[in-house]
């Protein structure tokens, strides 16, 4: 069975730092990857998406993430954090398997003070 | 455009008890639909998903059982509640295929007594 790992619980950066989540899965097949987020109060939400092509995928609000197939990771990274993005967030992924089934991580709260 | 309704938002319910969930979703027709379970620090787990109605696939052993009366209709259910089942319960839905996201509800917090 698949797993996904998110090493960072808890992290707390000022505004303007940069941010990098990891994300490590254990599949060694061919799979598609996925960011999510949950703002405080909101729906859990795509941030971003990897399928083939580039590596690198940019998502939505300046969030980018890099799969690296030679280390089965698939990290997020922002270059200047704002408050707003203070939130918890999840690695998921799949396996091209037919029913769409996702494997999350455990997440990661981020905090961001102003 | 798509929307996916979950009811109730909160439910506060004694051991023993029976549950059951409703996840409806409007706008697109043979949806996958999934139930998840959040936990504090463990992420989202899979409990059930279907990918058609009456079809229903269930990832992990529990408490709990699920239902597709209708195309757009999920059902969570349990005879007899545990404390066990305590948790943030997740409906979503896709349209099918590894390539498409899935679209998350807003959620019903369940707490048993």
């Known amino acids: 069975a698949q797993s996904v790992s998110q090493h960072n619980h808890h992290v707390i950066l000022s505004e303007a730092a940069s941010l990098e989540l990891g994300c490590n899965y254990s599949?060694?097949?061919?799979?598609?990857l996925f960011w999510y987020v949950q703002y405080p109060g909101q729906h859990l939400q795509l941030l971003l998406k990897y399928f083939s092509g580039d590596p690198l995928v940019k998502g939505i609000k300046g969030f980018e993430a890099e799969f690296i197939k030679s280390k089965f990771s698939f990290n997020l990274r922002k270059p200047s954090v704002q408050w707003s993005d203070t939130a918890e967030y999840f690695c998921?992924?799949?396996?091209?398997?037919?029913?769409?089934?996702?494997?999350f991580g455990g997440g990661t709260r981020l905090m961001v003070k102003p | 455009s798509q929307t996916i309704h979950q009811w109730p938002a909160t439910l506060v319910q004694p051991v023993g008890s029976p549950l059951s969930l409703e996840c409806t979703v409007e706008g697109t027709s043979n949806p996958n639909l999934y139930w998840y379970r959040q936990a504090a620090g463990r992420g989202l787990q899979l409990l059930f998903y279907?990918?058609?109605?009456?079809?229903i696939s269930s990832e992990v052993p529990q408490n709990l059982s699920a239902s597709r009366p209708q195309d757009r209709q999920f059902i969570l259910s349990s005879k007899k509640l545990l404390l066990s089942d305590s948790g943030f319960y997740l409906c979503?839905?896709?349209?099918?295929?590894?390539?498409?996201?899935?679209?998350f509800g807003p959620g019903t917090r369940l707490t048993v007594l």
């Open positions: 599949y060694g097949g061919t799979v598609n």
């Open positions: 279907s990918v058609g109605i009456g079809q």
């Open positions: 979503a839905w896709s349209s099918g295929g590894a390539l498409n996201e899935q679209f």
């Open positions: 998921a992924v799949n396996d091209g398997n037919a029913g769409n089934m996702l494997t």
